[in-house]
C-alpha cells in the first residue's frame, strides 16, 4: 500500500513538472546495477572475458551521439539487449558476483581491446546474410561486430 502511495505521488508530482520529468520504474537504478544486469543476462556467466566485451559496448553506446549517454540508458533501449534485463532477478551466487566485479572494473575504465569500436553483438554460432557487419570478437558466446 505504501509503495502505491509512493508511485502515486512521485508520477503526480512529474505531472505538476508540466511533463518536465519522464517516470521510467528503472530511475532508481545505478550505472553499476545496470551494467551488472546486462552483463549477468548478454554473456556466458562464467565468462570474465564476455562479461568485459560486454560492458565494452555498452560504454561504446554511452560514448556515441546516437546512443543515449548513460549506462541505464542504454540497457534499458528497447530491443537491445535481452528482455528483462533491468527487472528479472538474478541468482545470487559466484556469477553475479562475477558481474558486479567486471561491472565495476568496466565503470572504472577497463574495455576489452578486442571489441575495439564495436556497438554491436549477438548470439554467437548464428550467421547473418549483411555485408555490413564486420566481426572483431567472440567471447563468452557473442560475437561483437561493427556495422560499416
Not at 500500500?1 to 520504474?25: D, E, H, K, N, Y
Amino acid at each position: 500500500m505504501f509503495r502505491a502511495l509512493a508511485l502515486a505521488a512521485t508520477v503526480a508530482g512529474a505531472s505538476l513538472l508540466g511533463g518536465c520529468a519522464i517516470f521510467s520504474p528503472f530511475a532508481m537504478l545505478s550505472p553499476t546495477e545496470c551494467m551488472t544486469r546486462v552483463m549477468y543476462f548478454e554473456s556466458n556467466r562464467s565468462s570474465a572475458e564476455g562479461m568485459l566485451a560486454v560492458g565494452t559496448v555498452v560504454m561504446n553506446r554511452v560514448n556515441d551521439r546516437k546512443f543515449p549517454n548513460t549506462v541505464c540508458g542504454v540497457v534499458g533501449q528497447s530491443n537491445q539487449f535481452a528482455p528483462g534485463v533491468l527487472w528479472k532477478s538474478m541468482k545470487e551466487g559466484r556469477s553475479q558476483a562475477l558481474a558486479r566485479q567486471m561491472a565495476s572494473r568496466v565503470l572504472a575504465g577497463e574495455r576489452h581491446p578486442g571489441v575495439r569500436d564495436a556497438k554491436f553483438f549477438h548470439t554467437q554460432g548464428y550467421s547473418f546474410p549483411y555485408t555490413n557487419m564486420h566481426y572483431v570478437l567472440n567471447a563468452g558466446g557473442n560475437s561483437f561486430y561493427e556495422k560499416w
